[in-house]
């Protein structure tokens, strides 16, 4: 799996958008671009994932750039309730393959 | 909505004994995970498996660890003989079935096992 850089933490106001950003440089054409989260000492939670279009689901954005090097997860309105460690990982799809999270960015959603 | 449950939810135990932690996967996935965190470190992979057979382990899945699917519902972990460090959180998880093509997986809230 192509290797990924996140910020370690970020901060964000309570009802302001959360962009969190994400560096794939080494993505490869058949790998997708997966977020996922944990709060607290919860179970990771998948959040959204796409190849090169944009998406959008009830939880989140993901925007990747033209080249797939990078994209962005977007909380539209975060609550204090998104506080949480977020994995962007880059890996082929596929119902098999393992999921090998990172160290994430931690969100801190601040009233 | 479909979710994976994970018994017990704490287990104390005694070093050098044996731990079976078991997880009822959603009932249509066909992949199945165990996944463990040491407190304060990184969610780390440890075996997936498919078919009733083990696809893929990591390092830390030495011979002490073992997984099976005895009843076509329950997937166990089973630890044999607990170290100090084997305490952390363990996570299953599943994906596959209908969600094929997106790869999502499902994990469980979590089993947390101290070894004294």
């Known amino acids: 799996d192509a290797k990924t850089t996140q910020p370690t933490s970020m901060d964000c106001a309570e009802g302001r958008a959360a962009n969190l950003p994400c560096n794939h440089s080494t993505i490869s054409g058949n790998e997708y671009v997966y977020w996922y989260r944990q709060i607290h000492s919860q179970g990771p939670q998948y959040i959204i994932h796409g190849l090169k279009n944009n998406e959008t689901n009830e939880m989140a954005s993901l925007i990747i750039t033209e080249d797939r090097k990078s994209s962005t997860l977007i909380l539209p309105h975060a609550t204090l309730r998104d506080t949480a460690v977020y994995y962007c990982?880059?890996?082929?799809?596929?119902?098999?393959?393992?999921?090998?999270f990172g160290t994430g960015t931690k969100l801190q959603v601040i009233p | 909505e479909p979710e994976v449950t994970q018994t017990p939810s704490h287990q104390v135990t005694q070093m050098g004994q044996e731990v079976i932690l078991r997880c009822v996967p959603i009932?249509?996935?066909?992949?199945f995970y165990w996944y463990r965190q040491i407190l304060g470190q990184k969610v780390e992979f440890l075996v997936s498996?498919?078919?009733?057979?083990?696809?893929?382990k990591s390092e830390i899945f030495d011979d002490q660890f073992s997984v099976e699917r005895p009843d076509g519902s329950n997937f166990t972990l089973k630890i044999r003989s607990t170290k100090l460090e084997d305490s952390a959180m363990y996570f299953c998880?599943?994906?596959?079935?209908?969600?094929?093509?997106?790869?999502?997986?499902?994990f469980g809230e979590g089993s947390r096992l101290t070894v004294l």
């Open positions: 009932s249509n996935h066909l992949y």
């Open positions: 998880a599943s994906s596959g079935g209908t969600y094929l093509t997106t790869g999502e997986l499902f």
């Open positions: 498996f498919y078919n009733n057979e083990i696809s893929e």
């Open positions: 990982i880059v890996r082929a799809s596929g119902g098999y393959q393992k999921v090998t």
